[in-house]
């Protein structure tokens, strides 16, 4: 059974950091898709950035330049740093794996994680 669960969020003032953590379980996925979606209130699901089975990363224009992803294969665990965060960046923030666990754009995510809370005061 697949699983992934988040941790590493909080409450930090502006221009702080953080970084977030998500750990795959039930499968290997060092070569699979794996990104990072964020969900504000009143807001919709924003994707933010992805890591790809070549490694390839993606980032939206909202973050670019900001957050970096990085990952430990063996310990099957996604990392998301945030830097010079930003009152919009509060949010709820999820990791999440393509439904066929294959490539960025083969499928849509289907795998969730419960989500970290994010918040950043201004």
């Known amino acids: 059974q697949v699983q992934l669960v988040e941790s590493g969020g909080g409450s930090v003032q502006a221009g702080g950091s953080l970084t977030l953590s998500c750990v795959a379980s039930?499968?290997?996925?060092?070569?699979?898709?794996m990104a990072w979606f964020r969900q504000a209130p009143g807001k919709e699901r924003e994707e933010i950035a992805t890591?790809?089975?070549?490694?390839?990363?993606t980032y939206a224009d909202s973050v670019k330049g900001r957050f970096a992803l990085s990952k430990d294969h063996p310990k099957n665990t996604l990392y998301l740093k945030m830097n010079d965060l930003k009152s919009e960046d509060t949010a709820m923030y999820y990791c999440?794996?393509?439904?066929?666990?294959?490539?960025?754009?083969?499928?849509?995510?289907?795998?969730w994680g419960q989500g970290t809370q994010v918040t950043v005061s201004s």
């Open positions: 999440a794996a393509p439904i066929n666990l294959g490539v960025c754009g083969d499928s849509e995510f289907g795998y």
């Open positions: 039930g499968y290997t996925w060092s070569t699979y898709c």
């Open positions: 890591f790809d089975h070549d490694s390839r990363t």
